[in-house]
């Protein structure tokens, strides 16, 4: 093997030149796929890098099942058999429901527990107190939106209590209000999000009040990201319905990857051109060596010794293209990210592009390069097949007969 | 080894028109027997060494090499025949231009291994290159050779697997008179030596009457 492959280093030594042409005809195909490659899954890092920033990859959001129409509630056998699974720290559950107050404002309201304020720390009073947990008590909190609606059109303000209307729905549908009084406790700071709109209760309280005894949703904390996904899986299994931000970053990641695929396939086209110079030059050595074919033939070479000498010659161009094209490739992605960098964050801009400004926005990776080699060692070997082939079939008078 | 050739005919097709290049040839060579084989151009010299070297396959009759019959439709028959049997010597030299002398002279034994490691190869090349005293030239390119070296060198990758048959077409039609005869004296030493049957093709009948059995040719047939 070793011989094959020195005996083959000495042919293609002979005509430096040419093998340097093709290989960098080979190496610039492979250069461009690992280019375009690396912007790809340097995008991908990116958007991934950012949701991850963004979101909290250890909380899981939980809410009722539906499969085929019928409704999974969350119960509390259900709370408690989450609570149990390994790797969950803790569960929050919520309720939630709208009540009215006296000058017709809706208040959208969340019966919440503390764990609830673990997982949405955003939650910060501005004035005030929460209220006690568990203990049956009328105080609520608001948010910052509500506050200042409250103020302005039903006149109230931290301290104040009013009386709300409950609608619950009876038997037979017979809609029934019922009143309840509320002490605001609390205010809290702008949170950024819905909570700003949100009226915050004690969920003993809260499910007493709705005289519900199922949860409309909940959070459930695990220890580890790694284990995100196999709680989920087990959630589901309950028949409830889960969502978490790996969500996110599973479609994101698919649509790169597949956007990827498709960029590199399209620069792989390039590769063809290298394809067929190979092909052109394996055919031109075989016709010069023709002679060389057919003394080698009578010397004691069977067919498959000849197609053996010219794919190692092959196989020989296809690595040294390879090293070439991952060396030009590396080079290529930082070209982009030189050039395409100060651009895309442009065209972005905002927070998108301030986020790409920080990092590269091309990725090389050991396995894009792994891939770049790969393909170039397959392609030359697959050109080489046909003039191997060629070479291998002479026959040794004819060959020998050549001038 | 001993080859015999029995009814041994090859016709060419040139187009409609059939060349007769060898018509029922009957030869007997005994073991360590040399040979020249004399005729005209286009007598049917080179076909007669081709066929008896497994390089090209007759049209009719048959070939046996050392008792044996070979059969020219099994083509990996043939190539280990040539492998192990047979040692071409050409008129060109044909010496693989990217490979030195030593690397020339093992060449043939990459195709024929034989469990010997490269080093026992390169060691057996080397002492053929001896044996043609050429052991200094082992470093040099052919294209830094003469004309009789090269020949030698030839020579010397045709022993590589040690075959018992050698085929010489018109080995000296390329060399002055002087090195031609050096090379006449190199072939029969192995003849005698070594006990190499050789069988060559040659115009030069006046040597060849001195060291061999003379075969003449003509229009593909043997003449008594
Ligand atoms: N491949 C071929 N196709 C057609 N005819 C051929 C072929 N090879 C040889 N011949 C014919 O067969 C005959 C014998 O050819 P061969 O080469 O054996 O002659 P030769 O005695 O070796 O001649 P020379 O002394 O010139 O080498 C010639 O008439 C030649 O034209
Ligand atoms: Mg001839």
Redesign the interface.
């Known amino acids: 093997m070793k011989e094959l492959f020195s005996l083959a280093c000495r042919q293609l030594g002979r005509k430096k030149l040419r093998v340097f042409l093709i290989v960098l005809g080979i190496a610039i195909g492979v250069a461009a796929v690992i280019g375009v490659t690396s912007l790809g899954e340097g995008i991908r890092v990116q958007a991934v890098d950012q949701i991850k920033a963004s979101h909290d990859l250890t909380t899981i959001e939980v809410s009722a099942g539906v499969e085929d129409g019928s409704v999974t509630l969350i119960t509390d056998s259900k709370l408690k058999a989450i609570e149990r699974e390994e790797h969950v720290l803790f569960v929050a559950p919520y309720v939630k429901d709208s009540y009215v107050a006296q000058n017709n404002t809706y208040l959208a309201v969340k019966g919440i527990t503390s764990e609830y304020r673990r997982v949405q720390s955003n939650l910060q009073l501005e004035i005030g107190d929460w209220f006690d947990e568990g203990k049956k008590s009328n105080e609520i909190v608001l948010g910052y939106d509500v506050a200042k609606r409250l103020a302005v059109v039903e006149d109230l303000g931290l301290g104040d209590e009013f009386t709300v209307k409950i609608r619950l729905y009876g038997e037979e549908s017979r809609l029934k209000d019922k009143p309840a009084v509320f002490k605001i406790a609390g205010i809290l700071k702008s949170a950024g999000d819905e909570h700003d709109n949100q009226v915050f209760i004690d969920i003993k309280h809260a499910k007493e009040l709705d005289e519900k005894d199922s949860y409309d949703g909940l959070f459930v904390k695990v220890d580890d990201p790694a284990f995100a996904a196999s709680v989920r899986d087990k959630i589901e299994g309950l028949g409830l319905t889960a969502h978490s931000a790996q969500d996110v970053i599973d479609e994101v990641n698919k649509l790169m990857v597949a956007i990827t695929l498709v960029l590199g396939f399209f620069s792989g086209i390039s590769l063809v051109v290298g394809a067929l110079m190979v092909v052109n030059t394996m055919i031109i050595s075989v016709y010069e060596r023709t002679k060389e074919i057919g003394l080698s033939k009578a010397l004691g070479a069977s067919d498959f010794d000849i197609m053996k000498m010219f794919l190692a010659e092959c196989v020989i161009i296809g690595v040294i293209g390879g090293i070439l094209g991952d060396l030009l490739g590396i080079g290529f992605s930082v070209l982009i990210d030189l050039v395409g960098k100060p651009f895309l964050v442009s065209a972005l801009g905002g927070e998108l592009g301030a986020g790409l400004q920080l990092g590269s926005i091309t990725v090389v990776t050991p396995g894009i390069l792994a891939a770049g080699f790969a393909i170039s060692v397959v392609l030359s070997i697959v050109s080489g097949l046909y003039p191997a082939r060629r070479a291998a079939r002479l026959n040794p008078l004819d060959a020998l007969r050549q001038i | 080894m001993t080859v015999e050739t029995r009814d041994l005919t090859k016709y060419y097709w040139m187009g409609k028109e059939k060349v007769v290049a060898l018509d029922s040839v009957n030869l007997k060579m005994e073991e360590g027997a040399f040979i020249s084989v004399v005729g005209p151009s286009g007598s049917g010299k080179s076909t007669l060494l081709?066929v008896i070297?497994c390089?090209?396959a007759p049209t009719k009759g048959e070939v046996y090499l050392a008792g044996w019959k070979v059969d020219y439709r099994n083509?990996?028959s043939l190539?280990r025949l040539?492998?192990k049997f047979v040692g071409?010597v050409?008129q060109t030299f044909?010496l693989?231009?990217?490979?030195n002398a030593v690397e020339n002279v093992e060449?043939?034994m990459?195709?024929?291994k034989e469990g010997r490691s490269?080093s026992e190869r390169r060691e057996s090349a080397m002492k053929l290159l001896d044996m043609v005293g050429l052991e200094k030239r082992a470093n040099h390119l052919p294209s830094e050779l003469s004309g009789g070296e090269l020949q030698r060198i030839a020579i010397a990758?045709a022993l590589?697997?040690d075959p018992k048959l050698i085929l010489a077409d018109e080995p000296t039609g390329n060399l002055d008179s002087r090195t031609g005869k050096s090379i006449l004296n190199l072939l029969t030493r192995l003849n005698n030596e070594e006990g190499k049957n050789i069988i060559m093709v040659t115009h030069d009948l006046e040597s060849a009457k001195k060291m061999s059995k003379i075969i003449r040719i003509l229009d593909g047939r043997i003449l008594e």
Not at chain 2, 96 to 99: F, K, R, S, T, W
Request: charged residues 30%.
């Open positions: 081709n070297g390089l090209d083509k990996k190539v040539r492998r071409f050409f044909n693989i231009p990217a490979l060449y043939p990459y195709f024929n490269k990758r590589a697997n």
